[in-house]
């Protein structure tokens, strides 16, 4: 009982008036609103953002082009088998082939080192600037 009585008149105690003048007081140069406002914080750039940013752009879209074009070449190349003469349908199925390899490369070694996995670096492709 006698340190819950000490706690409570601490709390019934009034600060005296001299520290509360010192206290708001301490920085005469700043204003209320000043004291009070709260930096935003900027958000930390994530690592991910950070190498989509220093990958050159147009290695991202000669590699997207090269595998969506072959993809397509193969799948028409496959289809036009039934369908088409035989030559027509290998021609389209080998331009697929030779699209579809070094795109596939490329995007394989982009994603890579988008995920951060060591060892992948895109240096390790052509640059078509």
């Known amino acids: 009982m006698d340190k819950q009585q000490t706690f409570d008149d601490l709390c ?10 010192m206290e708001v007081t301490s ?10 406002y709260v930096q935003p914080s900027v958000p930390k750039e994530s690592k991910w953002r950070r190498r989509w940013r220093k990958t050159p752009k147009k290695m991202v879209f ?3 082009a090269l595998f969506t074009g072959g993809v397509i070449f193969l ?15 290998v021609g389209m199925i080998v331009v697929g082939v030779i699209m579809v390899l070094p795109g596939g490369y490329s ?8 995920r951060g996995v060591r060892g992948f670096h895109h240096n390790q492709l052509p640059q078509y600037d």
């Open 12 to 21: 019934k105690q009034e600060a005296d008036p001299e520290d509360v003048e």
């Open 107 to 114: 995007a394989y070694i982009l994603v890579n080192y988008w």
């Open 27 to 36: 920085s005469p140069s700043r204003t209320l609103e000043e004291e009070l």
């Open 62 to 64: 000669m590699s997207t």
């Open 75 to 89: 799948l028409l190349g496959l289809l036009c088998l039934g369908e088409c003469d035989l030559s027509r349908a």
